[in-house]
């Protein structure tokens, strides 16, 4: 189930993507669980769809799903948590950095994507190293950048991407949230509360016991 906020951000960029006017640099910033990575890969299907709109049946969207697609390149956090130069600067003779990526001509014919996935935790150095991919990339691609907010960023950076910020689930619908639906409603209205809509922090509020010191007290506070 999708929040009504991101069914109007998808709204929103497939009426960009149909008049030509989708800009080439994102940024989707957002809570953990807020959906900010499946608007960030259905805004890369724009560009690599059969139908150019991500439609999510066709073979291209297939192939971006599992991650096989030729034209599509997704760059995470390494087993330390950072995004280093050489995921970003070109290296001789490699295409799996961005700018290796971006040189290259496209499999399929159509757009490219590249999507960076925990992007806040870019190194400057990257974060420096990818400024001119952000400000003049190839025709037909499309760069999205994925972070739980802006603070990381250097002003260069944020000045090369439209912003795109997705809220935290609505807290009266939190026991609809993927993550908290085998929590009965009331429960997971607690967590959403404490969380301010925050799934990812409302699961770790859980897994903390935070209910279970909620009843605690409760019992307490009775007798």
Partial sequence: MRSPAMERWEDALRKLASSERLPHALLV???GGSG????????????????????????????????SHPDLLVIE??????????SVA????????LSGFLQVATFEGRGR???????????RPAQQACLKSLEEPPPDTLLVLVAQGTQEFLPTILSRVQVMRVPGWPVDRMGDHPWLEHLPQDQALVLGRWSSGDPALAVELEQAGALGVRRALGDWWSG
């Fill in 77 to 86: 956090p390494d087993d330390k948590g950072v995004i280093r130069l050489d």
């Fill in 90 to 97: 070109e290296r001789a003779g490699e295409s799996d950095s």
């Fill in 29 to 31: 910033a957002g809570p």
């Fill in 36 to 67: 900010r990575q499946d608007l960030a890969r259905m805004a890369a299907g724009l560009v690599l769809c059969e139908e150019a709109r991500s439609c999510g049946s066709c073979g291209a969207c297939a192939r971006a799903a599992t991650g």
């Fill in 113 to 123: 994507a590249a999507l960076m996935l925990g992007a806040d935790a870019l190194t």
